[in-house]
């Protein structure tokens, strides 16, 4: 089992949904990070985490320490939404470990 | 953000090659990290470091090795390229403990002939 799992693996919907991916990870950890990597490019960071809940645009992301699950949420999905969302996990407050990721399309 | 930066951006080189792909960031941060990613395994560890002189193995160190003699640079050497060792190769960093922003360069594509 993956110290880190993601769900859904793949996920289609269509624009102005409200989409869900779910992270869950086995082990303590000091912050959780949500990535972002659009298709052929490079990685960026959309949150970080370590309590509670935030917000960016569209996007939410929030964290649940005692059950070890985090969430990101789009509103108002659009097709540029479509990329691969990755959860991450700071371990031991030295080692960095990723899901899978999500691959997320958002048809117009 | 163009404080990380990867070279080259592409290489191809021929298995038992050595090869040193360059990884380098201005915001001193502490923390180091190499990944590679393949189709079907997502992003995974080679090796981090967590400062200067302090390197550690990840999930798939074997064949690489790092070295981290300056802050501000975390060199990934392969020292015998075998065709297994193709892949799309990411450096990141980040500052305090994880709990800082984390920054990706644009990624190194090595293709193993």
């Given at each position: 089992k993956n110290e880190v799992e993601q769900s859904p693996q793949n996920l289609t919907a269509q624009e102005g949904e409200f989409i869900t991916i779910n992270c869950s990870y086995s082990v303590g950890i000091s912050a959780l990070h949500w990535l972002q990597q659009h298709p052929g490019g490079g990685i960026v960071s959309l949150f970080m985490l370590s309590s509670g809940k935030k917000k960016h645009g569209r996007l939410i992301a929030t964290i649940n320490i005692q059950e070890k699950h985090s969430s990101l949420h789009i509103t108002?999905?659009?097709?540029?939404?479509?990329a691969v969302y990755i959860c991450a996990v700071f371990q031991g407050a030295q080692k960095l470990v990723f899901g899978q990721g999500t691959r997320l399309t958002i048809n117009p | 953000d163009a404080g990380i930066t990867q070279s080259p951006r592409y290489k191809i080189t021929e298995t038992g090659r050595q090869v040193t792909l360059m990884c380098h960031q201005?915001?001193?941060?502490?923390y180091m990290f190499w990944y590679r990613q393949d189709l079907g395994h997502g992003l995974r560890l080679i090796y981090y470091s967590a400062a200067a002189d302090i390197t550690d193995k990840g999930e798939v160190p074997d064949g690489y090795v790092v070295s981290r003699s300056k802050t501000e640079n975390f060199p990934l050497t392969l020292e015998s390229a075998t065709r297994s060792q193709t892949s799309v190769y990411f450096c990141a960093s980040t500052g305090g403990s994880g709990r800082e922003k984390l920054f990706f360069g644009s990624g190194t594509q090595l293709s193993v002939l």
């Open positions: 108002a999905s659009h097709p540029r939404d479509s | 201005t915001w001193s941060h502490s």
